[in-house]
């Protein structure tokens, strides 16, 4: 019933129309042959068209296909809700950026897995932002809140303190191009842009969770310049966050 339903829609729609003729044809013919109301001499040039009018419409159907795999393939990074990692090139992008800026809340990760690709950058004459949360301020203690169960706020503020402190011995090396900077404001990404002026300009922003999966699993997404409006989007709230920062002095100096 559900079958001869669709048919019934296909048609009114104007859909498939060629398909259901041909079907319609060959069962006829099978009929009239089994009958014997047509000859077996006729039936080859018939079979013949049918063959030449399915083969058209599956021609049809596979440009079709075709042009949807490349419109696909076409999508901006963007209309991708997000990934769960980000692309196998990250770290080759990031070693090859001249200019970095780096924002989120204490960077502990970062600092971790890529410090020496940081080091190897500033030597080289690269340039470095970093934006981290202010450690004694309220959005210090609202990160602690994130966490599942009871985190101490404590927590949060020793862990901005020692990206701080790593990021000062960084800043030795190059001091002009060496730029930190905190706020008092509860960031909720962790966003890595990568020659954000330059045509070939990308932004990897990992979201923060509340009390939901995090880690490794938080949610990951990728804007490329040329995607437009959400890659401009991100880098114009980075350089509103920027602007709004203090400069970071180490208490000592």
């Known amino acids: 019933m559900k079958m001869f339903q669709r048919v019934v829609d296909d048609i009114r729609g104007g859909e498939n129309i060629d398909l259901y003729v041909t079907v319609a044809a060959a069962i006829g013919l099978a009929a009239m042959n089994a009958v014997g109301v047509v000859q077996v001499a006729l039936l080859w040039p018939l ?22 795999g490349t419109a696909i393939a076409s999508f901006p990074a963007q209309s991708i809700p997000f990934v769960e990692e980000f692309p196998v090139d990250f770290a080759l992008r990031l070693d090859e950026a001249r200019e970095l800026w780096l924002t989120g809340t204490h960077h502990s990760a970062a600092l971790t897995a890529y410090y020496q690709v940081l080091e190897k950058k500033v030597r080289a004459g690269g340039t470095l932002k970093f934006l981290l949360v202010a450690p004694d301020g309220a959005a210090s203690k609202m990160a602690a809140m994130r966490f599942p169960g009871r985190v101490n706020p404590d927590q949060e503020r020793m862990r901005i303190q020692s990206s701080l402190e790593t990021l000062a011995s960084l800043r030795e090396i190059a001091p002009e191009r060496v730029e930190i900077r905190t706020i008092d404001f509860l960031v909720d990404y962790t966003a890595y842009l990568l020659d954000p002026e330059a045509p070939h300009g990308v932004i990897y922003l990992e979201r923060y969770t509340y009390k939901t999966s995090g880690g490794s699993r938080k949610p990951k997404f990728v804007y490329h310049r040329r995607d437009g409006r959400w890659f401009e989007h991100v880098r114009a709230e980075v350089l509103h966050l920027w602007d709004s920062a203090t400069p970071w002095e180490p208490e000592n100096s």
């Open 47 to 68: 079979n013949l068209a049918i063959l030449a009018l399915l083969a058209t419409t599956i021609l049809g159907n596979r440009h079709r296909l075709e042009e949807i």
